[in-house]
């Protein structure tokens, strides 16, 4: 399976690129993380619990980072095995790029598996990733645009949005 999109994210590039490569963002993002460690260096480990048509399963897989050019492009690539269920493997090359109302995302997903989920057939696997990449872009777009409780006002919002993302910023960054 094999799909492209773009997204507008509301945030600056450095922002954007920054949590592409937090393992809290991933794992607030990834659909059925349980959990996300790890570095973009040496890479991430994750633990991921999702249900394929009639087929459950948790995958334990690492997911490495490469193509890496500092706010502009990486590639995210893993691999989980689920057990009896199988496998799945796959990556998503990414690009950023400076647009009128933030960045834009562009994105191009590939993704395989093997074992009991491959006998499901290739339209229910499809659309199942498919539906997994789209999750993880949306969410990551409504956390990184996301308006913090108790905010009022939309100029009061923004302010309040924009100090917590730099707050969130300089803590994937380590400052």
Known sequence: ME??????????????????LSPQVLQECVPGAQDVTGTPEEGFEATVVQKVG????????AVVVSD???NEKLTLSG???????????????????????????FY?????VGGKLAQLGSRIIDGFAKKMADQFFTRF???LEAPRDGDTAPAEAEEASVAEKKGWLSRIRGS
């Open 3 to 20: 799909m492209s999109d773009s997204r507008v994210i509301r945030a600056p590039r450095e922002t954007v690129f920054a949590a592409l």
């Open 54 to 61: 009639p087929v459950k399963a948790t995958f334990k897989g």
């Open 68 to 70: 890496l050019v500092l």
């Open 79 to 105: 691999e989980g095995k689920g057990g009896a269920a199988g496998f799945a493997k796959g990556g998503a090359a990414v690009r950023l790029e400076d647009h009128a109302d933030g960045t834009e995302l």
């Open 108 to 112: 191009d997903v590939e993704a395989k």
């Open 141 to 143: 777009q409504e956390v």
